[in-house]
């Protein structure tokens, strides 16, 4: 059984959220897994080309972060929210 080895415990949800890639790119659909206020995962259908810094918007763009990517897997993003 895999061990969590997060000092934070996050919140599990499931909100669809879109990443502004940097330059105006187009949104890439995704959904928040689980979330803390330093960072989440977020599930994407590929994170092949997906850029190391982007900002995230959800709740119908009323909230956006920026986020740095911190680890991936095909289909996942671990990502830390930068402080402005």
């Known amino acids: 059984m895999d061990q969590d080895r997060r000092s934070i415990a996050r919140t599990r949800i499931s909100r669809s959220a879109k990443i502004i890639a940097p330059r105006g790119a187009e949104f890439i659909h995704c959904t928040v897994q689980n979330i803390t206020n330093g960072g989440a995962c977020l599930k994407v259908a590929s994170t092949d080309d997906m850029p190391e810094t982007f900002e995230l918007t959800f ?3 009323h909230t956006r972060r920026a986020c740095r990517v911190v680890w991936r897997t095909n289909e996942k ?5 930068e402080r402005n």
């Open 59 to 61: 709740e119908q763009g």
């Open 77 to 81: 993003l671990g990502v830390a929210f």
